[in-house]
């Protein structure tokens, strides 16, 4: 079932209508974006020069550099005054990157996220148990407004509280969970350990998103829970969740709305658009917005894209499920985290030395963290491991499974005296 047939419009007509909607976007940006303008001129670029779609690779990238260092609203193509909603994302540093939405923006938001929420499989009428976080992050909002134009029922639970969630699930009979790949998992777990049977409940999907799913963590969350898992994708300086979403019925890639958001794929060290097929970073043009335009983004998201025939009958270009990140953030029980953000919060503490590391293991489907720093000579280590936690905690809302004081010199540097930060053991 479609949503909308521009889905699965032929792709010579789609192509027509992005290579209309590319200059028409550039033209825009350039007229009320002052970086765009520059970075244009800079490159010699007028909207007159694009005739195909193809053209877009003669356009300056954008960066989540640029969001920040023109924060709080200088990628913001309309006054604030016309803005209809703002969201924001955090990254490795204190200066979040700030979205704002028009009326339109809002409306296109709505559909995508419909036209998503079909090809799960979720029907006029369902109930839609949402858990994505609801407030600057953009993914219960997201979902929540697709729910709306939908037609389904959405619970707006957010994450955590996971007795209440399970409560709803078993007392409401929802059909739908969207959550993160890790939380579905601890939801199962949770179930398990009260005795409840899920598999026994209407929940027939679950549709997760905000973190990498491997291949078996879906197959995990498939048997436990008895659903049919569907990938979801979205980033908030492009729209939020909304740009890609498997289909049900094959569950064989994610399909990119590519009438309103033009996918690249490039080598993150050289910039060259690859082939088909083969996994770079995710670049994205949104060729509709109206508030905060962009223009060849590089998204930081390891993917590939292929354009054959899908059993679903929808034409439009799909993205591999996310691999990992271009940088080094690590995604562990749902929560991003950069070691920076780790050594900012800890290592200006009094008797702290500047060495810590990060092991990531995976026990069962489900990953662990463990932070190790390093106490200077004469420092309590209790006294270090309470102040470390709670600056984790304070700092990042974030508890590692185990965080450990080691003594001083007790992490292992490497030869050049530098010490390897992130230990991947899964």
């Not at 490795?92 to 700030?98: L, R």
């Not at 939801?187 to 973190?211: C, K, M, N, Q, T």
């Not at 990498?212 to 898992?229: K, N, Q, S």
């Not at 309470?386 to 004081?405: G, I, N, Q």
Request: hydrophobic share 35%; charged share 30%; net charge negative.
């Amino acid at each position: 079932m479609l949503y909308d047939e521009v889905e699965s419009a032929p792709r010579d007509e789609r192509r027509e209508r992005q290579s209309e909607r590319l200059r028409s976007v550039v033209a825009y940006a350039a007229e009320n974006v002052p970086l765009y303008r520059d970075r244009l001129d800079d490159a010699g670029v007028s909207p007159d020069d694009l005739t195909d779609i193809d053209d877009v690779e003669r356009l300056p990238f954008t960066t989540k550099e640029d969001f920040r260092d023109t924060y709080p609203d200088g990628m913001f193509a309309v006054d604030q005054s016309e803005m209809r909603c703002i969201h924001a994302s955090s990254g490795t540093t204190g200066t979040p990157k700030v979205v704002g939405y028009t009326q339109s923006d809002l409306d296109l938001w709505r559909e995508v996220m419909a036209r998503c929420l079909v090809a799960a499989g979720v029907r006029t009428g369902e109930t839609v148990q949402n858990a994505y976080g609801y407030g600057l992050f953009t993914g219960g909002l997201g979902v929540h407004h697709g729910c709306d134009e939908l037609g389904a029922n959405v619970i707006p639970i957010g994450g955590g509280n996971t007795a209440r969630q399970l409560q709803l699930l078993e007392d409401l009979g929802s059909e739908t969970l969207t959550c993160t790949p890790s939380y579905a998992l601890y939801l199962a777990e949770a179930a398990e350990e009260r005795g409840i049977d899920i598999a026994a409940l209407p929940l027939s999907r679950v549709v997760f998103g905000a973190e990498p799913c491997t291949d078996p963590m879906r197959e995990a969350i498939e048997d436990r829970l008895d659903v049919t898992g569907v990938d979801i994708y979205g980033l908030s300086e492009v729209i939020g969740p909304g740009v890609s979403i498997e289909c049900a019925e094959a569950q064989d890639g994610l399909h990119v709305q590519s009438d309103v958001f033009y996918p690249e794929v490039i080598d993150p060290h050289t910039g060259e658009v690859l082939p088909d097929g083969e996994e770079g970073e995710l670049v994205l043009t949104t060729l509709t917005k109206e508030g905060v335009p962009v223009l060849r983004y590089r998204t930081g998201d390891l993917t590939s894209l292929s354009r054959g025939a899908c059993a679903c009958g929808r034409t439009t270009v799909r993205m591999d499920n996310v691999t990992g990140r271009v940088d080094d953030m690590v995604t562990v029980r749902g929560v991003n985290l950069y070691p920076s953000q780790v050594e900012a919060a800890v290592l200006d503490l009094e008797g702290v030395a500047p060495q810590y590391r990060i092991d990531l293991r995976r026990e069962g489907a489900l990953d662990r963290i463990e932070v190790t720093v390093e106490r200077e000579s004469g420092a309590d280590a209790d006294d270090v491991e309470r102040r470390v936690a709670a600056a984790l905690h304070d700092t990042l809302d974030f508890d590692p499974d185990e965080l450990h004081v080691a003594d001083p010199g007790g992490i292992e540097r490497q030869e050049t005296g530098k010490v390897e930060r992130v230990f991947d053991h899964r």
